[in-house]
C-alpha cells in the first residue's frame, strides 16, 4: 500500500508539474501571438510612413522639375527624355531598383541648378561667351547645394553633382575620373549627352539620334563610361528604345 501511495504521490506530483507546465506555455503562446500581432502592426505602419514619405519625395521632385521648367522651356522635355533614357539604360546594365529609383529622381531634377542661370542666357539663340559658359557649368554644384539639404534615401545630391564629369577629367565641376564618380552620375552623363545632341536647342537645330550615337561611340572609355555606352547603344540598336 505505502509503494501505491507513494506512486500515486509522484504520479499526482508529475500531473501538477505537467499542468503548471502547459498553463505556462499557452500564456506564453498567447504572448507571442500578442507580439507577432504588435510587430505586424508595426510594420505596417512603417510600410505606410515609407510610402507617404516616397509620395512627398516624389511631389517635391516634381515642383522642383516644374520650376526648372517654367524657367527653360527646353529643360522641360530634356529633363523627362534624359531620364527616360538613364533610367532604361541602368535597367539594361543590371541595377537594383533601388539604385534606378534613385537615378531616376536625380534624373527628373538634373539641372535644377539652372535656377540660378538667367533665362535669357538658358534662352540665347546665339553662341555663349565665355562668362556665360562658367555660369552655366556651375549649375551642377548649384543644384547640390539644393538638393544636399534633402534627406534623399538615395544619393541623388552627388548624381545631380557628378552628372557632367568625364571619364578622363576633363569635365566639371570637380574635374573627377574615371570610378571617383558614381555609376548612377555616369549613366546620367550618357543619357544627357545622347538627348542634347539629338534634340533642339535655342542655339542650333537638332543634330539627330545617328550623330548623339556616333559621339558617344568615338568617345566610349575616353569621356564616357563603355559599359553605358554599350547599354545605350544596345537600347537603340537592337531594343528599339525610342524617345517620347
Known amino acids: 500500500m505505502e509503494a501505491e501511495d507513494e506512486l500515486k504521490k509522484h504520479r499526482d506530483h508529475l500531473e501538477e508539474i505537467v499542468e503548471e507546465r502547459t498553463a505556462d506555455l499557452v500564456k506564453l503562446n498567447v504572448q507571442l501571438k500578442q507580439e507577432v500581432a504588435e510587430r505586424k502592426?508595426?510594420?505596417e505602419k512603417l510600410r505606410q510612413s515609407y510610402i507617404i514619405l516616397?509620395?512627398?519625395?516624389?511631389?517635391?521632385?516634381?515642383?522642383?522639375?516644374l520650376t526648372v521648367e517654367e524657367r527653360d522651356p527646353y529643360?522641360?522635355?530634356h529633363q523627362r527624355r534624359t531620364t527616360d533614357l538613364a533610367v532604361a539604360i541602368a535597367g539594361e546594365m543590371g541595377l537594383s531598383k533601388h539604385q534606378i529609383k534613385g537615378l531616376?529622381?536625380?534624373g527628373f531634377i538634373h539641372d535644377i541648378?539652372?535656377?540660378?542661370?538667367p533665362a535669357e542666357i538658358l534662352s540665347k539663340p546665339g553662341k555663349l561667351n565665355e562668362a556665360e559658359i562658367l555660369l552655366i557649368r556651375r549649375h551642377p554644384q548649384v543644384g547640390y547645394g539644393i538638393l544636399k539639404k534633402i534627406d534623399f534615401p538615395w544619393p541623388v545630391d552627388l548624381i545631380v553633382l557628378q552628372h557632367h564629369e568625364k571619364m578622363d577629367g576633363s569635365g566639371y565641376p570637380k574635374g573627377l575620373s574615371g570610378k571617383e564618380t558614381l555609376e548612377e552620375a555616369r549613366i546620367l552623363c550618357v543619357a544627357d549627352v545622347?538627348?542634347?545632341i539629338a534634340s533642339h536647342r535655342p542655339y542650333r537645330p537638332g543634330l539627330g539620334l545617328d550623330k548623339a550615337l556616333e559621339d558617344i561611340t568615338e568617345n566610349r572609355g575616353i569621356?564616357?563610361?563603355?559599359?553605358?555606352v554599350d547599354a545605350c547603344l544596345t537600347l537603340f540598336q537592337n531594343k528599339?528604345?525610342?524617345f517620347e
Open 75 to 77: 529643360t522641360a522635355g
Open 104 to 106: 531616376q529622381m536625380a
Open 240 to 242: 528599339n528604345f525610342q
Open 223 to 228: 569621356l564616357f563610361d563603355p559599359h553605358v
Open 54 to 65: 516616397q509620395q512627398n519625395l516624389d511631389k517635391i521632385v516634381s515642383v522642383m522639375s
Open 41 to 43: 502592426l508595426a510594420e
Open 113 to 117: 541648378g539652372k535656377i540660378s542661370i
Open 194 to 196: 545622347v538627348e542634347t
